[in-house]
């Protein structure tokens, strides 16, 4: 990716920043203090005051960044003041994407304290902002994915009424963060659902148009890759490409589990890294032979590592409709080269991905729908 960062711009101080720091001028700085002041009680200065900077920094380096994804108000005239707001988050949107930073100063712990009720606040990406005043700098630390926001909830809750996220929970490269800002954006994200007490952006992928031979718009935006049909390997080699592999995963199921996969059986896969781990997930579906007065149709997952990466012992594929869990598999021993998981449900029926492992880290795919 393009650093549209200029020179002089990468070293203050005698010191370089990454492409996801920015500095601050003393005018901001002058800017933030008089906003702080005039909205907050004396208690609260502070962190409002750590709050503007991280909002100002995050503002100025989507500015430099992707300019078109450039805040509505990049004046920043004001905060948000309602009372139920925590003390220690701020928001920024991007036309229909609201972005709720969470401000910390130098952190020396292995979690970041999110306040529970931000949660009824209705944001689509959660983003660490550190901000070192003393140095004027701020930097965007890293993000969590849509799909890792119903894992919060999972998550005790503290006595100050905070969830403790792990810092590895976060994905820590920035550049993906703009990525899935300009995906957000460009897809016109749904409004979020006013009672939403976790909103996520959670459009579905429907995969009856891989049928077709095609991908919707969300499974595009999310950069699944559609296969070919079905076709016997050709050979061994030591690299394999995401067909090859396909290929020879789906013939292991049908000759060693007994798989019946027919010859209209579609699959696409997404390559993605999550906890220092490279993982691919292959997905194929049909429609099953009608043998009742329900049409049905099947939804097929590997879960595997790009090559090269060897899987975690603990690892978990769940799969689950909108009443129960109704696959779990778990990866016991870390020779196991992938997971895999079927599930059948009605036409009008969705199923919803959970990837997991035992330190409680966990992603929420968007829902697998079979729509006509």
């Known amino acids: 990716m393009i650093d549209h960062f200029k020179e002089n711009d990468a070293i203050v101080s005698g010191k370089f920043l990454s492409p996801a720091s920015i500095s601050l ?56 003041t309602h009372e139920n707001l925590p003390e220690s988050l701020c928001f920024l949107t991007l036309g229909e994407v609201t972005l709720c930073l969470i401000a910390t100063e130098m952190l020396y712990e292995s979690a970041i304290p999110l306040p529970r009720t931000a949660l009824d606040h209705q944001a689509h990406f959660y983003v660490w902002v550190e901000v070192l005043e003393e140095l004027e700098e701020v930097t965007v630390r890293g993000f969590l994915w849509p799909e890792s926001i119903p894992a919060v909830t999972n998550l005790p809750v503290q006595e100050d009424q905070t969830y403790l996220l792990p810092i590895d929970w976060f994905n820590a490269e920035p550049d993906q963060l703009l990525l899935s800002l300009r995906t957000a954006t460009q897809a016109a994200a749904s409004p979020l659902p006013a009672t939403s007490p976790h909103p996520v952006l959670q459009q579905a992928i429907n995969v009856q148009r891989w049928l077709a031979n095609q991908l919707d718009q969300v499974a595009q935006d999310l950069s699944w890759v559609l296969l070919p049909p079905l076709s016997p390997s050709l050979g061994f080699r030591p690299v394999r490409s995401p067909v090859e592999e396909f290929n020879e995963v789906m013939m292991e199921l049908v000759n060693h589990y007994g798989l019946t996969l027919p010859s209209e059986a579609r699959g696409a896969y997404r390559d993605f890294q999550w906890e220092s781990l490279a993982l691919r997930l292959y997905v194929v579906t049909w429609q099953l032979p009608l043998t009742g007065t329900v049409p049905e149709w099947t939804l097929l997952l590997v879960l595997s590592g790009q090559p090269g990466i060897i899987l975690r012992p603990g690892l978990r594929l769940q799969v689950q409709d909108e009443h129960q869990i109704l696959e779990e598999p778990v990866l016991t021993d870390a020779s196991q080269p992938y997971l895999y998981a079927q599930v059948i449900g009605s036409l009008s029926e969705q199923f919803r991905v959970t990837i997991s492992l035992t330190t409680g880290s966990a992603i929420t795919l968007p829902p697998f729908t079979f729509e006509e």
């Open 25 to 80: 001028t003393p005018e901001q700085l002058d800017q933030a203090i008089a906003l702080s002041e005039s909205l907050s009680t004396p208690a609260q200065q502070w962190q409002n005051y750590i709050n503007i900077l991280a909002r100002m920094g995050v503002e100025q380096w989507i500015q430099k960044r992707v300019p078109q994804l450039a805040p509505i108000d990049p004046a920043f005239n004001e905060l948000p």
